[in-house]
């Protein structure tokens, strides 16, 4: 009876395990001196998405670079990760957040290598702000359009040659991957990015729940 018991215990511990790993899942790596919009205008975009029946299947899973619970912003908020790079964790989209100083992460091989393995397989990649000088050091942005902060463009095209950065525009979509000038824009391009994995017509329910339009009329 009690092997009985046993086996239907994991048996029930092996579907639920199979359904969480069959939940399509957005990842957003986080680490000391992120900028805080980076990660919270998509961690809300998606948030309000997955209260819709249309995204409630997503999960929204926070990322650390280096094996910590818990993370400081540059502006000082405390955010949770939920998991590491370490555990190689499998997400279906991966967003990319900058920093002030983007050398440690640069020379970070770990990450490199994370995020160049993720991107072979991940259905979307993103990055806002300096995030695509990790996706471009990757070698992801070979050969596609992207962009990066405002005014940081000129560092991006001198440092990777083979990416066809793009001045003055907000967000670029090139296949699967999605740049952009981060900040208040990290909200446009979390939106665009919710238009390409759900519809536009979905990203709209989501664009006037958060009150987007309030003070932005920028398209996605």
Not at 38 to 45: F, I, N, R
Request: proline fraction near 3%.
């Amino acid at each position: 009876m009690k092997t009985f018991i046993s086996l239907i215990i994991t048996v029930g511990l092996m579907l639920s395990q199979a359904a969480m790993a069959a939940n399509p899942t957005i990842g957003i790596l986080v680490f000391d001196g992120v900028l805080t919009s980076d990660v919270t205008a998509p961690l809300e975009v998606f948030g309000v998405a997955s209260r819709k029946t249309w995204f409630s299947d997503y999960r929204v899973i926070t990322i650390s670079v280096n094996d910590q619970s818990h993370i400081t912003t540059e502006e000082g908020l405390g955010l949770k990760a939920d998991t590491w790079i370490g555990a190689h964790p499998d997400v279906d989209v991966l967003l990319v957040p900058s920093s002030y100083t983007m050398e440690p992460l640069l020379e970070n091989t770990d990450l490199i290598r994370f995020i160049k393995t993720t991107g072979a397989k991940a259905q979307w990649m993103a990055s806002n702000c300096s995030g695509a000088f990790l996706l471009a050091k990757a070698g992801l942005l070979d050969g596609k359009k992207a962009t990066t902060w405002a005014g940081g463009e000129p560092d991006l095209k001198s440092q990777f040659s083979k990416v066809d950065v793009q001045f003055d525009t907000n967000v670029v979509v090139d296949g699967n991957i999605i740049t952009s000038n981060g900040s208040l824009v990290s909200y446009q391009a979390a939106l665009v990015l919710l238009s390409k994995i759900a519809s536009p017509s979905k990203a709209q329910e989501v664009s006037e729940a958060i009150q987007y339009q309030r003070f932005s009329q920028a398209a996605f």
